[in-house]
């Protein structure tokens, strides 16, 4: 059967935690070697990653180049406008050619719905590497981040201040999966999906107070208040006045608690400069872990193949 990596509420709390614990290795295995050799066991030797973007890339781009590089393998990148499926050729289609062509794929979506019909049919592992729903790549690269930092994440705060939005549902799913706490603080109107709240169960509590989501927390994590699509600007920044993180916000953390940002960050906005510079801030140590978070979902989803 086909392993696709489409939500982390899809995978067993076994699977995710041996993914994690293989990026973990992973990196450590590599201390001091270039970023281009390969692996030792190289798992992806001779496979090909097709890359699709709808959305423009920094981080996502880049890591998965250097991840599929250092599992011996190698990357057809293409943004889709490039491709017919910019032209209306549905989805399925797509799936169906690149399947015939590629080893895996990774999609960098507007609609989540997008990306699960390409794997309905797809013949071949699919990776999802950001849509409008979740961005579950990004949580295993934070919480490789905060283990590498402060230990097994089991039984650990974590304070999400800002949007409800994809990459907070990812934590959503996470939680109850590896067995952490999550303290969501948004403005009402900006809460997560009702339908990805209640994946978390009892792991996961929502207020509208920032302080009160953040009060002894181990970790304090934010994004951006408008994304990639959003119109309403002026609107949002009305919204969420009051949520973004200082070091008073961070004060009411734990003593060692620390801050992660997945990037780009609007400096002024959802943080300051003193906490994203500071510290306790972890966000390159996050931006890095891309790399050998992605190495893990991949080689987990071509060991079925094998």
């Given at each position: 059967m086909t392993r696709h990596f489409l939500d982390i509420h899809r995978l067993s709390a076994e699977d995710l935690r041996g993914v994690l614990d293989d990026a973990h290795a992973r990196k450590a295995a590599r201390k001091g070697w270039p970023q281009g050799r390969p692996d030792a066991d190289a798992p992806a030797k001779d496979r090909v990653l097709a890359m699709v973007f709808e959305k423009n890339s920094t981080r996502t781009r880049f890591s998965f180049d250097a991840a599929i590089?250092?599992?011996g393998g190698s990357a057809i990148i293409a943004n889709a406008g490039d491709m017919q499926l910019g032209r209306g050729e549905p989805v399925e289609d797509t799936a169906r050619v690149l399947s015939r062509m590629v080893d895996a794929v990774m999609i960098r979506a507007n609609s989540h719905e997008d990306v699960e019909r390409f794997a309905r049919v797809s013949t071949v592992p699919v990776v999802n590497g950001l849509t409008d729903r979740s961005h579950p790549c990004q949580i295993l690269a934070d919480i490789m981040t905060i283990e590498e930092h402060r230990g097994p994440i089991a039984g650990k705060t974590v304070a999400w201040?800002?949007?409800?939005?994809?990459?907070?549902?990812?934590?959503?799913?996470?939680?109850?999966?590896l067995g952490f706490h999550l303290r969501v603080a948004c403005p009402p109107d900006y809460h997560p999906d009702l339908h990805d709240l209640a994946k978390g169960g009892?792991?996961?509590?929502?207020?509208?107070?920032?302080?009160?989501?953040v009060a002894g927390a181990d970790v304090v994590v934010t994004d951006t208040w408008v994304s990639m699509g959003d119109g309403d600007y002026e609107e949002r920044l009305e919204a969420f006045e009051g949520y973004?993180?200082?070091?008073?916000?961070?004060?009411?953390?734990?003593?060692?608690?620390?801050?992660l940002h997945c990037l780009p960050a609007h400096r002024g906005e959802e943080v300051t400069d003193a906490v994203i510079d500071g510290p306790r801030s972890l966000v390159w140590d996050e931006a890095e872990n891309r790399i050998h978070a992605q190495k893990a979902v991949l080689a987990w989803c071509f060991s079925e193949r094998d």
């Open positions: 590089r250092q599992l201040v800002g949007d409800g939005n994809n990459v907070c549902h990812s934590f959503i799913h996470a939680a109850p999966l009892d792991s996961v509590s929502l207020t509208s107070d920032p302080r009160e989501a973004g993180v200082d070091d008073g916000l961070m004060e009411a953390a734990a003593p060692d608690a620390v801050f």
